[in-house]
């Protein structure tokens, strides 16, 4: 499908749509109205209307092969064609629509997250999630700081052969339980599957989340036995692929530590 007359506008409507529906593939009514209000004024900006605007935003979205990269590119537009004043009233607008059901989803954070970074707006976006009036995913005892090292571990064990084994299973349950000794077997597997939930609907946008929770929450070097630990889940079925390999590298940058590829996993 062409768009002939894609306008900043668009792009602001599909982020919207992407924070709104994108997210959990539901639409409130609440969030119909603050998805609307939130583009008012972006669409009398441009001399468009806002339903026809939003329903071009959304079928770009959905019609996307990637959606990720569809929202990935309205950002990179938006970066390039609106101020630093601009980008800051569109993050309080879907802060405002993650907001609308009284939920703020971990999708949502993470989507918020996302944008607030690639604008060079991090703290920022740290900030409104921090002051969110909306009930918060995710603070509660159902998810604490080991459900995020239980959905990486998983992640990254997925991502080799896009399965979990039984071997990777036990491993996994072998890495955290130094995380959380008082747990015990029965709570840290209440914990994987609280975990495999959440991963099943996760995107780019959660995984990144959760690794810059994880940046912010630890320290250094227990940011290296997270890494050891992911070394070790990656071992669990076999030798260590090229693949594995180069998203513990990853890892490694993105917490701006370096990998230790050590093989204390027995």
Known sequence: MAY???TPAHDIALLYMAAAYGTDHNLSPEEGVSVQAALAPWAAGYNLEVRPTLIEGVTRLTEAD??????DQAI???????????????LEGLVDIAEAD??????????????AAAWGHKALGESLLDNT?????????????????????????????????????????KRLQPW?????????????????????D?????????????????????????????????RADGPVTDAEESLIDTL???????????????
């Not at 949502?108 to 996302?114: F, K, S, V």
């Not at 320290?219 to 992911?230: E, G, N, R, T």
């Not at 993105?254 to 230790?260: E, L």
Request: net charge negative; hydrophobic share 45%.
């Open 76 to 90: 990179e537009r938006l970066s390039n064609e609106l101020s630093a004043d601009h980008h800051t009233d569109i």
């Open 66 to 71: 990637s959606p990720d990269e569809a929202v």
């Open 4 to 6: 002939p007359t894609w």
């Open 180 to 200: 959380h000794p008082d747990l015990g077997e029965e709570g840290i597997d209440d914990v994987i599957r609280t975990a495999l939930r959440v991963y099943a």
């Open 102 to 115: 009284g939920v703020l989803l971990q999708r949502e954070q993470g989507l918020i997250a996302h944008v």
């Open 202 to 234: 996760a995107d780019e946008d959660l995984i990144q989340h959760v690794v810059e929770t994880l940046k912010q929450a630890l320290p250094d070097v227990q940011l290296l036995a997270v890494l050891d630990d992911i070394y070790c889940m990656a």
């Open 252 to 266: 490694g940058s993105a917490w701006d530590v370096q990998v230790r590829l050590s093989p204390r996993c027995k």
């Open 133 to 173: 009036t909306a009930e918060v995913e995710g603070t509660s005892d159902d998810w604490s700081l080991i459900h995020e090292l239980a959905f990486l571990f998983i992640a990254i064990a997925h991502a080799g052969n896009n399965e979990l084994n039984t071997d990777e299973i036990a491993m996994l349950r």
